[in-house]
């Protein structure tokens, strides 16, 4: 059974940082890619950041040069670290995993996990 557990996630001011983690188990970790999307209510889920098996990555332009996606094969895990926030970064950070994705307009999106809150506000 595939589990991706995300943790890390809280309130933190704008300008502040956060460092996103995610645990995955029943997959072979590093022949996926994983991803980070986000979501706000009333709106659709955002592809945030997603790496490649081969450590390429990719991001949304609202988060480059804020963000950045790592991998961690020997431990399963993926992180997103997450600097000069915004009060727009306020959402609900899905970890994903998957083998199919697009620079163009897909992440990873097989495996998703529960989910871990962010709130940017003073």
């Known amino acids: 059974q595939v589990q991706l557990v995300e943790s890390g996630g809280g309130l933190v001011q704008p300008g502040g940082s956060l460092r996103l983690s995610c645990a995955a188990s029943?997959?072979?970790?590093?022949?996926?890619?994983m991803g980070w999307y986000r979501q706000t209510p009333g709106k659709q889920r955002e592809l945030v950041a997603f790496i490649t098996s081969r450590d390429i990555t990719n991001y949304t332009d609202s988060v480059k040069g804020r963000f950045t996606i790592s991998r961690d094969d020997a431990k399963n895990t993926v992180h997103l670290q997450m600097n000069s926030l915004k009060p727009e970064d306020t959402a609900v950070y899905y970890c994903?995993?998957?083998?199919?994705?697009?620079?163009?307009?897909?992440?990873?999106?097989?495996?998703w996990g529960q989910g871990t809150q962010v709130t940017v506000s003073s």
């Open positions: 994903t995993a998957g083998k199919d994705y697009s620079f163009r307009t897909y992440g990873p999106r097989d495996y």
């Open positions: 029943g997959i072979i970790f590093s022949i996926y890619a």
